[in-house]
């Protein structure tokens, strides 16, 4: 800014959330208050960025060649970008002039169908993060001024544009003192806030003590070189507590938690193999049983999604359909 001139600059997004999915627009307004004096500047533009960012262990050689202790390197990688020009100096002047008061520039972004989801705390390694950025560029001597704000974008995943995500799973395991668990859950692909219907059948020769199961959600993700797995959501199975019966036949059903969850999701950008988010998710039914070694536990392979509605699409096959078919019943 100008000399004696003080004031602010901030964005304004039409929603009060931030988060966008991929075929919305991100409109909002740049706000520029000037309290007194006078603005000099050379253009002021609203970006959008998308970046991964992911850590490395580096180590580097001293003068004897032994290696040092290992450093942590933080890298940014951006695979978007997308600019709008909201005001600029004309051809014949070298600069544009504000005086003081309150200026306003509406802005809107077009966003990719085909960008990874938002994934951790812009803060926080590894991370998928969406920033957006208004600047005001002045003078090669003088400081930029910049303002950001960080907002979540996904893309739409739709339940029904996989016709296997419909179907129920079925999965089976046993332990060392012949429990052997057969399950089905009602299809394999959910969105937050939505029922998982589980039908158990534990066969138990030996009765021994079955304390509880539970049932634990997972996700699962790598971004470039980072990969984690972290534990969403835990629940023990009500009907299925300390129970020695030889045979059990149970149905439970469990609420996925509401908090919105990035989408089961593949992004490769191409000819730069660093720039590779995948995320996936699992349940894991966990068999607590008496005993040294006994207890056991199955993984489901699931998809989260973030849209189950298409009415033009057939109905999938019942769950008690399939479990008739399969000899359940």
């Known amino acids: 800014m100008g000399n004696g001139t003080s004031g602010n600059l901030s964005i304004n997004l039409h929603r009060n959330n931030s988060i966008y999915y991929t075929d919305e627009l991100i409109t909002g307004n740049i706000c520029l208050n000037i309290d007194e004096g006078h603005l000099k500047g050379n253009e002021i533009s ?33 695979f978007y970008s997308k600019k709008r020009l909201l005001i600029e100096a004309n051809q014949n002047e070298k600069e544009f002039v504000l005086s003081s008061g309150s200026y306003s520039w509406p802005f809107e972004l077009a966003l990719l169908t085909n960008l990874p989801p938002t994934l951790n705390d812009p803060h926080v390694y590894p991370h998928v993060r969406y920033s957006l950025q208004v600047i005001l560029k002045t003078r090669w001597y003088r400081f930029d001024r910049k303002e950001t704000m960080y907002v979540s974008i996904y893309p739409r995943v739709n339940l029904l544009a996989n016709v296997n995500c419909l179907l129920p799973t079925r999965f089976a395991n046993e332990n060392r003192k012949d429990i052997c668990l057969k399950g089905c859950i009602n299809k394999s692909g959910y969105v937050a806030n939505e029922i998982i219907s589980i039908q158990l059948n534990i ?12 049932l634990l959600l997972f996700q699962l993700y790598q971004i470039s070189d980072n990969s984690s797995e972290n534990l969403l959501f835990r629940t023990s199975l009500p009907n299925i507590v300390n129970r020695r019966d030889e045979q059990i036949d ?6 996925l938690p509401s908090k919105v969850l990035p989408p089961t999701f593949h992004f490769q950008r191409e000819n730069q193999k660093q720039i590779f988010v995948q995320i996936s998710y699992f349940l894991r039914f966990e068999v607590k049983v008496e005993g040294l070694f006994t207890n056991f536990d199955i993984d489901v392979p699931i998809r989260i999604a973030n849209q189950n509605d298409n009415e033009n699409d057939p109905p999938p096959p019942s769950y008690e359909s399939f479990m008739r078919k399969e000899g359940y019943n």
């Open 250 to 255: 149970e149905t439970s059903c469990v609420l």
């Open 46 to 78: 609203v970006g959008l960025t998308g970046e991964i960012g992911f850590t490395k262990n580096e180590r580097t050689l001293n003068v004897q060649g032994h290696s040092s202790a290992a450093t942590i390197e933080y890298h940014h990688l951006p």
């Open 203 to 214: 066969e138990n020769p030996k009765k021994v003590l079955i304390k509880q199961i539970d």
